[in-house]
């Protein structure tokens, strides 16, 4: 489940080539692995049209259009910009040919089933050319099932940039990893069915996908004689006059998710809130200044989150930088994620923005955020050593080291207030459940996800709300225990 750039893929090609895996053979893997990866989705009284492009995208199209052929499928290889360039391209086509297949003319009165997008790939430059738009706008009229292989055509591979004329399809077979743009927008929404095909390359990227088995193998279990003291003493310094709900929310997701002892730092409004449905907690009333004055060194707290249902002030902002000197694991969110410079300790400090509020510290658009998401959010967290969770679809978390992972759990019934206060507080309790701070990470945003997703097995995706994390911690957190 692995993540390549453009380059990273050019680069792993010129590897293969120079320890004597030739690109020849590269391609014929491709070929051979996209035929036996698309064939369930094939019935042979169809009638296939396999579009190829000049490069090598298109050679993987030649060498399915044999494979296809020679299985008895009824399939025709075109090359709507020409024929290919490319001399392993030219070698395959040559092969084809020889072993007596034609090549067809692009007949518009045809009709197809099914067509094989093998146009462009991680070569493309947008925007696309005009000799391909009118065939494209030909290709969507056909109301065929449209695979695309390894990227639609007219979408960029490393960002979310699409070419207003793009082929969205309805399948989409990436070779040798997941490029960026399947999981950047709005080229996400291009992909459709998105499948990995092994072509024979080692696997090394230090981005990839987090999954429900990476959680499996992290999960941590209790000791039999386990006590309070082992899994932190969390201040959560969280919810106002005016919202109160964040602070309950993010408090009784901590308390479910494990946290050992938690206390928030509120106001007495507040907390006559959150008291009734998080009895387990206890309060401080300070204000920002008396907290950094005293509080803290005589609590002696293990981790702090701070953010939830607060607004940005000069205080909070003194107390951020307070904290941040404090030494211990920090989780900075809504009213707390400010542009400001970071110590580089060992705890970590993670930052938990939505697109808005990244958006905001890195005064880009929305658009150019959504667009780069990965890259940006990368740069972030090397550049100021922090973690960085940007969240929504796809959430994306980036590590100081440079490496990083998108979360594939999680739904739109989560695009609700407060849905971010639960995830904040599932991080404090994680962060001190787990030695592992990337597994304590990564399993927080993953769990998060999969109570939403179980949710909407079950109920509608418009009813879901955050106090339900509550009630589904139980049950999600269960499935990942071993025996
Ligand atoms: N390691 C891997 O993943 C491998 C990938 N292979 C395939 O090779 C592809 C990359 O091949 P290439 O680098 O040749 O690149 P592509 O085949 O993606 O595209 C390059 C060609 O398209 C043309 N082109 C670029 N932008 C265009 C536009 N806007 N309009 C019209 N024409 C345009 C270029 O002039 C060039 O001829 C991958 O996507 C994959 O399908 C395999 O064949 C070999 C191994
Ligand atoms: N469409 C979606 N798909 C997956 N996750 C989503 C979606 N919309 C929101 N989320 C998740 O819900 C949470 C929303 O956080 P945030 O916007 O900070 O909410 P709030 O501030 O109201 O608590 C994040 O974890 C985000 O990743
Ligand atoms: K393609």
């Known amino acids: 489940m692995y993540i390549y750039t453009s380059e990273q893929i050019k680069a792993a090609d010129q590897l293969a080539e120079k320890r004597g895996m030739s690109t020849f053979s590269l391609m014929e893997n491709a070929g051979c692995g996209l035929y036996h990866a698309i064939c369930p989705y094939l019935s042979t009284n169809q009638k296939l049209l396999i579009a190829s492009g000049k490069g090598n ?13 020679m299985a008895g499928f009824e399939v025709d290889l075109i090359f709507p910009l020409g024929e290919p360039k490319t001399g392993v391209a030219k070698q395959h086509l040559h092969y084809y040919e020889q072993c007596g297949f034609p090549v067809e003319e692009w007949n518009p009165n045809q009709t197809y089933d099914v067509i094989v997008d093998a146009l462009l790939g991680v070569g493309a430059i947008l925007p696309l050319q005009e000799s ?20 639609p055509t007219g979408i960029s591979s490393n960002s979310g940039v699409v070419d207003q004329n793009a082929i969205k399809a309805d399948y989409t077979f990436s070779l040798h990893g997941y490029k960026p743009s399947r999981f950047l927008f709005p080229s996400s929404h291009f992909y459709g069915q998105v499948e990995v095909v092994d072509i024979g390359l080692p696997q090394k990227s230090n981005w990839r996908v987090w999954t429900e088995k990476d959680v499996q193998k992290s999960w941590v279990k209790r000791e039999t004689n386990a006590h309070k003291g082992l899994f932190g003493t969390g201040l959560l310094i969280a919810g106002s006059h005016e919202m109160p709900g964040s602070a309950a929310l993010a408090a009784s997701s901590a308390m479910r998710f494990g946290i050992g002892k938690l206390t928030v730092n509120t106001t007495q409004h507040a907390s006559a809130i959150i008291g009734p449905i998080v009895p387990e907690v206890t309060f401080l009333y300070h204000t920002y200044e008396e907290l950094v004055r005293s509080e803290w060194k005589n609590r002696r707290f293990t981790c702090a989150a701070i953010g939830p249902g607060l607004d940005p002030t000069d205080d ?58 990965i890259e940006l959010a990368s740069e972030y967290a090397v550049t100021h050593h922090v973690i960085l969770i940007l969240k929504g679809e796809y ?15 999680g739904n739109a019934s989560l695009a609700k207030g407060g849905s971010g206060d639960a995830l904040t507080g599932m991080l404090l309790a994680s962060i001190e459940g ?4 990337k597994a304590a990470v990564l399993n927080a945003v993953y769990i998060h996800g999969v109570c939403s997703d179980e949710w909407v097995r079950k109920y509608s995706e418009h009813t879901f709300v955050s106090s339900d994390f509550s009630s589904l911690l139980p049950m999600i957190c269960k499935s990942f225990e071993k025996e």
């Open 57 to 69: 995208n298109g050679g993987d199209g030649i060498v399915l259009a044999r494979y296809l052929k």
């Open 132 to 151: 391909l738009v009118e065939w494209i706008k030909w290709m969507k009229s056909m109301k065929a099932t449209i695979i695309s292989i390894d990227v």
């Open 316 to 373: 909070l902002e003194k107390l951020v930088t307070y904290l941040l000197k404090q030494n211990v694991p920090l989780i900075l969110d809504a009213g707390a994620i400010q542009s400001r410079s970071y110590p580089r300790g060992e705890k970590p400090i993670i930052l938990t923005p939505h697109p808005g509020e990244f958006s905001r510290l890195l005064q880009l658009s929305t658009k150019e955020i959504q667009e780069n998401r």
């Open 395 to 409: 959430t994306v978390i980036a590590f100081p080291d440079g490496t990083g992972y998108i979360n594939t759990t």
């Open 434 to 437: 787990n030695d592992c701070v």
